[in-house]
């Protein structure tokens, strides 16, 4: 088989994925077909020797769709669609457009007409309240319906040369029936109304898009590897990246693919991939991830898996398989409209010939036909499930909360569990000093002016909130001369003549001059859920101090609400150590 992706532009509802698929599964040769509503792709299996593109973009044009090449494959969030800016704001501008119009036909119906009322019930063949429509209002009410129509009657007339009737030309039928009867008003109102359904259901996939985009932008877009035929080092895009290279990676830099290091140490910031507050410490044999921040030093790695399979891609496609399941509801809807459209017609069909048909007149019979469209027109049932499910996908947004799409926001009514991740959730997310504790003498201001000393120049995170306290107290880093650092575990330096380090536990235990009261202390700290920080100098152990990611003030309300709500059990989630997991657990309850 030969697979060939394709860009389909306009492609951004399931309707039209379903015409695509019915029109493209008929073109000789193609042996399957797989669709992306994100990012608006179409991938096509050929039978060998028969891939035809000429005739799938030909089959995309009979449905009213645009389909282009984009090559033999695309990585997850590489065939992203290229649009003007019509294709991005035209849908808005003509639904607004529509609604503007509607609005200023009604208020100048009002003014000329100066009744309220009355301007509810113009229209229709004649009765008590009803009167013809002035000129300028029928203008502005035409203008609404073409301004509003203008990407649905294109979906209607494909409706009908199919013969599958959809909502779309219901509506459309609908709307010609309330101008046939004079229901400018009605006509303009329900145009306006579907059109703003299509706009939210547009805007839901334009959202899920940007969210693929922020992913993908984790990932650098070229890395540099030792090339295997000549052992130069070169610089390609991660597609043309074999596995089983030697790929090169500075500090500060994005590791571009998942591998395992094979020279080098250095600590990883892997909060994007799994979450945990502090970085890592890596060293030789241990396992990196695509689109995590190489803090400390240069390291070397041998690439394990393509581009497309990372850990990182496959969390991509995940992402985008659950943007595109619909919720159940929307489902049925889609069902319902497949059966509800030609009952509809055939009854108002059944309307205008039955009863002529027994002696009735023609033209008062085809009236009611045109008045069955008009109020069978399922325009509410149609807006409320987008307008519903954009709401609260965008209310949840707005907290932080990110909804894969309405098929989950629905099944949260029947949760009884929830799984809520520690870092940046129920924790802020930046590590923050603790606790200082000095010994054998020494102040609390003397402890952080000689960590803030030994720290001047390190860019690890701990470092940063060991300076940031000081800054807070008023603390003055004392000058640090000689210094050096131990790689993996610290810092030595000569501050006013003496010697002092600075490092973690394991250094403590290397340095000696420590007790068992010191000790216990260490593991209470840690079993706290802290980093300890030690500080010494060349006669005793200095003191320490415990930096750990913060709870957030509103995690414990969180928690209490959730359980108010019907939850049984609420669980931490989290990449980080047990000791860690339990102490914030304990700390929201």
């Not at 394709?6 to 399957?32: Q, Y």
């Not at 334009?206 to 993908?216: D, E, H, K, Q, T």
Request: aromatic share 6%; net charge neutral; charged share 20%.
């Amino acid at each position: 088989m030969e697979r060939r992706t394709f860009t389909i532009k306009g492609m951004d509802c399931a309707e039209e994925v379903n015409a695509l698929r019915g029109a493209v599964s008929r073109v000789p040769g193609v042996g399957g077909l797989d669709f992306n509503l994100i990012e608006g792709t179409m991938t096509v299996e050929f039978s060998e020797g028969l891939a035809d593109v000429a005739a799938v973009r030909d089959a995309a044009r009979r449905v009213g769709l645009e389909a282009e090449a984009a090559g033999d494959a695309c990585a997850p969030g590489v065939c992203a669609l290229e649009e003007g800016w019509w294709q991005r704001r035209g849908r808005a501008v003509m639904c607004w457009a529509s609604g503007v119009l509607v609005l200023a036909g009604f208020l100048t119906h009002v003014a000329m007409h100066g009744d309220l009322v009355h301007a509810l019930a113009g229209g229709g063949n004649g009765g008590e309240g009803h009167h013809a429509f002035p000129l300028p209002v029928v203008v502005l009410y035409a203008a609404a319906v073409v301004a509003g129509g203008w990407f649905i009657a294109p979906r209607a007339w494909l409706a009908l040369r199919r013969l599958r009737p959809d909502m779309n030309l219901l509506m459309t039928v609908a709307v010609l029936g309330a101008a046939g009867i004079g229901q400018w008003f009605e006509a303009g109102t329900v145009t306006f109304l579907f059109a703003l359904s299509l706009l939210l259901e547009s805007w839901s996939v334009a959202r899920a898009r940007r969210a693929i985009g922020s992913l993908v932008s984790l990932t650098p877009p070229t890395a540099r590897y030792v090339s295997l035929r000549d052992g130069d080092v070169v610089e390609k895009p991660l597609a043309e990246v074999p596995p089983g290279v030697t790929v090169l990676v500075r500090p500060g830099e994005r590791i571009p693919l998942d591998g395992i290091i094979t020279k080098g140490r250095t600590t990883v910031n892997q909060a994007p991939i799994t979450g945990e507050s502090m970085p890592v410490a890596k060293e030789e044999g241990a396992e990196v991830f695509s689109g995590t921040i190489n803090e400390d030093g240069a390291i070397e790695f041998r690439a394990t898996k393509a581009a497309s399979d990372t850990t990182l891609s496959r969390i991509i496609r995940m992402v985008e398989q659950a943007q595109s399941r619909r919720a159940p509801v929307e489902q049925w809807i889609e069902k319902f409209a497949r059966y509800y459209t030609p009952a509809m017609m055939a009854a108002a069909l059944a309307v205008a010939v039955v009863p002529p048909v027994f002696g009735g007149q023609w033209s008062r019979w085809f009236y009611q036909a045109l008045v069955v469209l008009v109020i069978a027109c399922p325009c509410a049932l149609v807006i409320s499930t987008p307008v519903s499910i954009v709401a609260a996908i965008t209310a949840a947004a707005r907290a932080g909360v990110l909804i894969k799409g309405g098929v989950f926001l629905e099944a949260v009514a029947g949760v009884k569990a929830f799984a809520l991740d520690k870092t940046g959730t129920l924790t802020k997310g930046v590590p923050e000093v603790q606790e200082v504790v000095p010994l054998n003498g020494h102040t609390r201001a003397e402890i952080l002016a000689r960590a803030a000393a030994l720290e001047a120049n390190s860019e690890h995170p701990l470092a940063a909130a060991v300076l940031k306290r000081a800054r807070a107290e008023g603390v003055e880093p004392l000058k640090a001369e000689e210094f050096r650092a131990l790689k993996g575990r610290g810092a030595e330096a000569t501050i006013e003549g003496r010697q002092f380090w600075l490092g973690s536990h394991r250094l403590l235990h290397e340095k000696g001059g420590w007790d068992a009261e010191m000790h216990e202390m260490a593991v209470r700290m840690e079993d706290a859920g802290h980093s300890i920080i030690v500080i010494g100098s060349d006669r005793h152990v200095c003191g320490f101090i415990s930096v750990a990611d913060s709870i957030r003030p509103e995690a414990r309300g969180l928690i209490r609400e959730l359980k108010a709500a019907g939850v049984r059990r609420v669980v931490v989630l989290t990449g980080d150590n047990r000791g860690t997991a339990d102490a914030v657990g304990r700390a929201v309850g």
